[in-house]
């Protein structure tokens, strides 16, 4: 093995070991910027030792005793300076008890560690973009070129962005202890949101020439088992794992080789991920007996809102032939989930589903229902729908102009050729 | 990216198990190890194979198909097992490999092979296929 192959199995240990040296540190020290960099210190110790004495049989809690002892020191420089300045005399005896306090301390559950880290850097005072790049760079290791790429943004952004939330966090005094109880459930919402997020970061990218940007969706994936590996017993982990998983197993069948969207009912079901498919079934299995156990009630009353939308990529999932899907199930996954999580988002995709078992005048009635909502003004798949309501219903003209008028709103390039040529085929038989 | 790991099979594997005290550490250790990969979200999926005598293979020689019963010479050219893993390049996926406990007894060896991904096919599929719906099974190439 070359120097460089060392040094590069070395870094990809690191990078295992990472995620966990960073969330102990930050614990101990309540401060990222310092528990990255005893991280990175550790780093550079074990890229002196190891081509030395080989790869330590736990690369992990070598990693940790270096960064700890480095981060006894630094705690007790910074506690005298602080004494110092209080004019507080120091006795040996008391900066004993701190140092076993803090071996006590990083002896404590790993994956607690973890917990708080992720829920720390998805702390709801944090805008969801910021929390987004926190996680990925903190929890999934992601460098900043790496996040700007997912996000399609300058790396200037992105490290702006982390350096602001870092300082919201320092200054809001958070601890980096996992909540716990009733805390932990109340504040599970933003971390899945976080998640999400990333995940259609990558499955559905909202501009710019690429729609699907797998590997970030990938990355979202993991960190989703990452969580219902910390968090067992939560339906709602497993039902976003569930979705995501579910929703990926379509990647390779919803993008034509010209980079065109291909619709579900028009995909080639041979290319769905038969794998992801059966994880995301079986971790959709695990959801609702959890929510069932909870909440003591039998089928979806007691779903929640990622539960509920894994329910309905099921419904496409089972089916091995679209004209198999069972609408009737989505549309009603939908009546349950606008009351569980009203939007107009959710109003537009039940007018859909409802279109499909009631013809498409239900889903123009219902569409015109929700027309007016602001937030559905500059809505591409809004006139997307409604044009393919009319279409359906033999309304030519006016599906054209719809068409035309979801391709003037979107802002994704491959999106806008579809559309286009959606109210293009209208004209050529029309 | 995702990959598989192939579990090498030895002499020993194609005897099949027996729960001797040091086949049931092994599967204690490799539960553990498993356990971490579960963890640390890099684990998809993962299953042991049966020796070779249980094995068919099928040969294709043009139009012809011989089959052939097991077992099979040559045990370190056969599969014992695989494992599927969620990873982001293939330094972290031979670092958790290494980490993995020696699946057999002695010497073996695991074998770590990249799937292909969608911009790995992109010439091999053309927009007619894709945009034609299709009824039946056919998973063309079978790929994450």
Known sequence: MTESETHQAIEATFRIERARLVAGLARLTRSIDLAEELAQDALLAALVEWPKTGVPSKPGAWLMAVAKRRAIDALRRRAMRDRKHAEIALTQNEAADGALEIEAFLDDDIGDDLLGLIFTACDPMLAAAARAALTLRLVAGLTTHEIA??????????????????????????????????????????????????????????????????IVAGEAQRLG????????????????????????????ARTAPDGNPIPITNQDRARWDRLLIEGGLQSLVRAERLAAEKSGVAGEGGFGPYLLQAEIAACHARASRAEETDWARIAALYDRLREVTPSPVVELNRAIAHSMVFGPEAGLRLIDAIAADP???????????????????????????QFRAAADLTRNAREKAFLLARAAALDAVG | MRVMVFVKATEG??????PTPEALAAFAAMDAFNEELVKAGVFVAAAGLKPSIEAKRIVFEDAKRTVVDGPFAEARELVAGFSIWEVKDMDEAVAWAKRCPNPMPGRSEIEIRPFFEAADLAGFVTPEELSAPRSGERGKLGVA
């Not at chain 1, 006139?383 to 219903?393: I, L």
Request: avoid cysteine; charge should be positive.
């Open chain 1, 225 to 252: 088992r990452l969580l219902a590996a910390l968090m067992p017993g939560e339906s709602e982990v497993h039902g976003l794992l569930a979705l995501m998983e579910l929703q990926a197993s379509r990647l390779m």
């Open chain 1, 149 to 214: 790429r997912a996000f399609l943004t300058s790396e200037a952004t992105i490290a702006q962005r982390l350096v602001r939330a870092k300082k919201a966090i320092a200054k809001a005094g958070l601890t980096f202890e996992p909540p716990r109880g009733a805390q932990r459930t109340a504040r599970l919402p933003s971390v899945l949101e976080v998640i999400y997020l990333i995940f259609n970061e990558g499955y559905a990218a909202t501009s710019g020439e690429e729609l699907t940007r797998p």
């Open chain 2, 13 to 18: 594997s194609e005897k099949g198990l027996t």
């Open chain 1, 375 to 401: 937030a559905l003004r500059a809505y591409a798949p809004l006139p997307a729908a409604r044009g393919d309501f009319m279409m359906r219903a033999g309304r030519r003209a006016e599906a054209q102009s």
